[in-house]
Nanobody, 120 residues
Framework: VQLQASGGGLVQAGGSLRLSCAAS????????MGWYRQAPGKQRELVAHNTRAGSTNYADSVKGRFTISRDNAKNTVYLQMNSLKPEDTAIYYCNAPGVVTGDFSVSNYWGQGTQVTVSS
């Protein structure tokens, strides 16, 4: 199973970016999919996650600005980021902690990370 993230880049404060993360491989089902971020010198933190049923959870720092969504048929999760601030600068990682594969094992997978840089 691989998680391929894309969509990062450089944007001015107040701008928007949309991240995508597609899971591929011998996948039976995925429950939660989400996004974490890690800024230089800081610990990785949860940004948002989304259950297969559509329940969502956001970090307080991004509520009202970021929106997580997913396409279950494509095993893809998205993160729409609006009103970006310099403090949103970080490497963003997608995560799928409950991937059921063809052998019916359940594993946790991470994407490779995509850099988001917000200039002031």
């Amino acid at each position: 199973v691989q998680l391929q993230a894309s969509g990062g880049g450089l944007v001015q404060a107040g701008g928007s970016l949309r991240l995508s993360c597609a899971a591929s491989g011998n996948i039976v089902s995925i429950d939660n999919m989400g996004w974490y971020r890690q800024a230089p010198g800081k610990q990785r933190e949860l940004v948002a996650h989304n259950t297969r049923a559509g329940s969502t959870n956001y970090a307080d720092s991004v509520k009202g600005r970021f929106t997580i969504s997913r396409d279950n048929a494509k095993n893809t999760v998205y993160l729409q980021m609006n009103s970006l601030k310099p403090e949103d600068t970080a490497i963003y990682y997608c995560n799928a902690p409950g991937v059921v594969t063809g052998d019916f094992s359940v594993s946790n997978y991470w994407g490779q990370g995509t850099q988001v840089t917000v200039s002031s």
